[in-house]
């Protein structure tokens, strides 16, 4: 089953790598994503309804400064940043408590910056 996009929500959200086997290892290790592989340097990253929500790409350079900025939800923030750390990522930001829960930013082997939230 496929979702129907949302008339300006967000719908695909690409990430430049550096090395996208590291990128998959590590995204896969951290959140258990799931990617379809299209080209050596290419790979979709499955959704949790099917289809896709976003891509890897590792034919264009890195965008080290104003490249998007994700931010994605976790039932376990705690466990979501342990997890980051043993797959290589780098904690920058947090934890720290905002009015809607509990937030972290972190970067991914490529330098790209995400952050993590959870309500509790």
Known sequence: MTTTPEHHSINYIELTVSDLDAAK??????FGWEFNDY???YA???GSAGGEVG????MSPARPAGGPFVILYSNDLDGSLTAIEAAGGQITQG?????????FHFTDPSGNELGVWSEK
């Open 44 to 46: 979709g990253i499955k």
């Open 39 to 41: 080209s050596p340097a």
């Open 25 to 30: 290892a590590f995204y896969t290790q951290a």
């Open 95 to 103: 934890p720290y408590e905002f009015p809607g829960g509990r937030r």
């Open 55 to 58: 891509g890897l790409d590792a």
